[in-house]
């Protein structure tokens, strides 16, 4: 089974910062399967991007995703308030679909 | 407008079992592969199980493997959980997820395992 961890568990920025939220495999992740969440309180997760880099349906272009093999990213070019939630990977690539342990995004 | 709506959750004592129901529409269900994820109070998400469109390829979360089991039925667009042997760590919500990656979601249901 693929191990996903993610840093930091907690990110403190302001509105207006740029955001960088890592993702590290712990094997290769077959043909870039990753995707990233958007979770706030109460709601059900919104995929953001897939394929590591690919950004899904509706999502704004400050969300942006890198990385191949085992080292992935999310970059939140610059935070608005409604971003400011928990954010998790996600592996494809396997027949075990796992997430990461998620690092969320609070206001500084 | 896609919609996924879970039901059949509630209080069960260890080693009960339920069976949970995702009942889709908006989408052309038998097209999709489909997910469960759950998720336990305060803590992050777990992938539980996998099902494809046809029902012929499955995969689960080695914690549930044994104990839960996934199906779905095409002409009726749904998605059913039967799970037995519950335990207190299956306490979650649980929600069912379209497609690989999860491109959309319920808004879950809530099980609890508890004497």
């Known amino acids: 089974e693929i191990v996903l961890t993610q840093s930091p568990g907690t990110l403190s920025l302001s509105p207006g910062e740029r955001a960088t939220l890592s993702c590290r495999a712990s094997?290769?992740?077959?043909?870039?399967?990753l995707a990233w969440y958007q979770q706030k309180p109460g709601q059900a997760p919104r995929l953001l991007i897939y394929?590591?880099?690919s950004r899904a349906t509706g999502i704004p272009d400050r969300f942006s995703g890198s990385g191949s093999g085992t080292d992935f990213t999310l970059t939140i070019s610059r935070l608005e308030p409604e971003d400011f939630a928990v954010y998790y990977c996600?592996?494809?690539?396997?027949?075990?679909?796992?997430f990461g342990p998620g690092t969320k995004v609070d206001i500084k | 407008e896609v919609q996924l709506v879970e039901s059949g959750g509630g209080l069960v004592q260890p080693g009960g079992s339920l069976r949970l129901s995702c009942a889709a529409s908006?989408?052309?269900?038998?097209?999709?592969?489909m997910n469960w994820v759950r998720q336990a109070p305060g803590k992050g998400l777990e992938w539980v199980s996998y099902?494809?469109?046809?029902?012929?390829?499955?995969y689960y979360a080695d914690s549930v493997k044994g104990r839960f089991t996934i199906s779905r039925d095409n002409a009726k667009n749904s998605l059913y959980l039967q799970m037995n042997s519950l335990r207190a760590e299956d306490t979650a919500v649980y929600y069912c997820?379209?497609?690989?990656?999860?491109?959309?979601w319920g808004q879950g249901t809530l099980v609890t395992v508890s004497s």
């Open positions: 997820a379209r497609g690989v990656p999860n491109l959309s």
């Open positions: 908006g989408f052309t269900f038998s097209s999709y592969e």
């Open positions: 099902i494809s469109s046809s029902g012929s390829t499955i």
């Open positions: 094997q290769s992740v077959s043909s870039s399967y």
């Open positions: 394929g590591a880099s």
């Open positions: 996600q592996q494809y690539g396997s027949s075990s679909f796992t």
